[in-house]
């Protein structure tokens, strides 16, 4: 039986990747995420792993590069503004195909956060690319410490599998909730060698391969250029149709759905019980990939539901997502940043302030 401890959402991360054999990581304190660069300086190098304190985002982010380019298992963890230093070296890792995982612990705000450390305002940047060039990244969205340690080393297996960069995105509540949380080992089946990595030429019977750390277009630019998009549009084609998650909670007579994603799903779950206990049919709709984006499956619910009550900790980013799902045939509301502003005061959108807004609009 799996050892179960009561830790928060950042050391679930920095155990999760142990778990799943991550043992290089890179990266630099930023809260509300030094935490899981604490906890890997400390474990790492008792198992034969290596923890390196990068002198800024963006040198961790090219040593993340080099290790995922050598085939190693290899993570790196930031919050915010470190995720933008990251964007050109993420940019390069996706032209490379590289496999690796990023985690992105976000906090409110542009520039180096304003209004406390807890939001969601990373929503549009780590799900439409970030960088330039058009790439894509896998982005998965716990809501609980248990499922940040589960997500994490699916999020290893699909890097792998998909030669990819793989985000974990989670913000301060997250990270900062402590629950009881199962050290169980998840098994996603075989992945493919990694024949592409660099090896040197002992590593590969003295084969010396083209270096895996750009694109190459042989011939004329212009078609190999072509060739390579081609690749990669296939490839996100595949991860689209098979890895979307999602999850819902009595949506299915549900006059009024919520959608929510991470700590503001939460927080719906709660609302949507308050609100069942006052008789009305509320649901919740929670993305877990952020992308693929559950589209169809939301604009399924949003139609049989009638309305949409989007709760986000944000001005309102991953509301648009939801409103492009659903094609303008069902009203979708926002309760957004604005929302923490009620009698209760504090920082946090509460299930009680979501349940006044569900009844206003039911």
Request: charged residues 20%; proline residues 6%; hydrophobic residues 40%.
């Amino acid at each position: 039986m799996a050892e179960k401890v009561f830790i928060d959402g950042n050391e679930a991360v920095a155990r999760g990747a142990i778990q799943t054999g991550c043992k290089h990581f890179f990266g630099y304190p930023i809260t509300p995420q030094s935490e899981i660069a604490e906890y890997m300086s400390r474990e790492l190098p008792q198992i034969g792993g290596a923890f390196v304190q990068s002198e800024c985002e963006g040198a961790s982010i090219y040593m993340l590069y080099g290790g995922a380019l050598a085939g190693a298992k290899v993570m790196t963890s930031t919050s915010s503004p470190g995720f933008s230093l990251m964007q050109e070296g993420i940019s390069y890792i996706s032209a490379a195909q590289a496999p690796c995982v990023i985690v992105n612990v976000m906090r409110m705000g542009p520039g180096i956060g304003t209004g406390g450390q807890q939001g969601q305002t990373d929503y549009r940047q780590v799900t439409k690319g970030g960088g330039h060039g058009a790439y894509r990244c896998i982005v998965l969205a716990p809501s609980s410490p248990q499922e940040t340690f589960d997500l994490v080393q699916r999020a290893f297996y699909l890097a792998d599998k998909y030669r990819i960069a793989a985000i974990v995105l989670t913000d301060f509540i997250i990270g900062r909730m402590a629950e009881p949380v199962e050290l169980r080992t998840l098994e996603f089946g075989p992945l493919p060698e990694k024949e592409w990595a660099l090896k040197g030429k002992g590593g590969k019977g003295g084969r010396c391969d083209h270096p895996a750390g750009a694109p190459r277009f042989p011939g004329d630019l212009s078609k190999g250029i072509i060739t390579f998009y081609m690749h990669l549009l296939d490839k996100y084609q595949r991860i689209a149709e098979s890895e979307v998650r999602y999850d819902t909670y009595l949506a299915d007579d549900a006059t009024l759905l919520v959608a929510a994603y991470g700590s503001s799903a939460r927080m719906a779950r709660s609302a949507v019980n308050m609100a069942r206990a006052e008789g009305i049919n509320a649901g919740l709709f929670r993305p877990i990939t952020l992308w693929p984006f559950p589209e169809e499956p939301l604009r399924q619910a949003a139609l049989a539901a009638g309305k949409v009550l989007v709760v986000e900790d944000s001005p309102g980013e991953f509301v648009e997502d939801v409103r492009f799902a659903v094609q303008g045939r069902v009203p979708v509301h926002l309760l957004g940043l604005w929302g923490r502003h009620n009698e209760r005061g504090g920082g946090i959108i509460y299930p009680e302030r979501i349940l006044e807004e569900i009844e206003k609009l039911t």
